[in-house]
């Protein structure tokens, strides 16, 4: 009578086995957002570069990835000192408004005499800021304003033989280098964006920051009085074309 004789194998560990589902359970959970993410990806760039004669405003990937490395470190495009400068902005304000908010809130919930005298002053900033817009009333002074910059800029610019228009709706409004009216998408791809380009860093080198797309808004707020209309309008006067 003969025994079997055979290997006994030892049993993976609980440990391995928990560190293995839990690799499994994150797979199944990022790799179709990484499938989707990169396919998205893919469509886009074949989209774009099929569609490139017909559609100027959505740029290829690689296009994107190739511009912003020839700017990043160029002179006149700095992208890398701005998304420095905009990280940095971003980043501050976070903490500064993260670490105010809690000791507020610390305060508030440990101190209720504290909770007693915040609670009201807010509700008070609050009322007090309905109160001062509904009495200054700054639209109207904004929409004469926006009129006398849209205006000035597209009279300007046709005096100057620079064919042009401006589209305004209350204190918002959008200059085309154009000759006829603008009234929809087909109207605004074909006004001339190039020279746009040119005037966005005509008026950035004299210190007038303007919307860098020709298909943007210009939105004037409270700090835009008569002088830096005038002062826009003057930097605006020595544009070329």
Do not use: C
Not at 41 to 70: F, G, N
Not at 105 to 120: H, Q
Not at 193 to 198: G, L, M, S
């Amino acid at each position: 009578m003969s025994a079997a004789v055979g290997t006994v194998r030892p049993s993976p560990s609980p440990g391995a086995t928990t560190l293995r589902s839990r690799w499994a359970r994150r797979l199944r959970f990022y790799v179709p957002a990484v499938v989707v993410f990169v396919a998205t990806l893919v469509v886009w760039e074949i989209l774009a570069t099929v569609m490139a004669a017909r559609v100027t405003v959505l740029p290829a990937p690689s296009v994107i990835v190739q511009t912003l490395q020839e700017n990043w470190s160029s002179a006149r495009y700095p992208l890398g000192a701005a998304v420095q400068a905009t990280l940095f902005e971003a980043l501050g304000g976070l903490v500064i408004g993260t670490v105010g908010g809690v000791i507020v809130a610390l305060i508030s919930s440990r101190f209720l005499t504290a909770r007693d005298v915040l609670l009201p002053v807010a509700v008070a900033a609050g009322i007090a800021a309905l109160d001062m817009a509904a009495v200054t009333s700054p639209y109207g002074p904004l929409e004469a304003r926006a009129i006398q910059l849209a205006d000035g800029l597209a009279e300007g610019f046709r005096a100057a033989g620079i064919p042009a228009t401006a589209n305004r709706a209350w204190t918002m409004f959008s200059v085309f280098f154009m000759g006829g009216p603008v009234r929809d998408f087909a109207g605004a791809k074909a006004a001339d964006h190039e020279r746009y380009a040119r005037l966005f860093h005509h008026l950035l080198e004299r210190g007038v920051a303007l919307p860098p797309s020709g298909y943007e808004l210009w939105t004037l707020g409270t700090a835009h009085g008569r002088t830096e209309v005038d002062l826009i309008l003057e930097a605006a006067s020595t544009f070329p074309g």
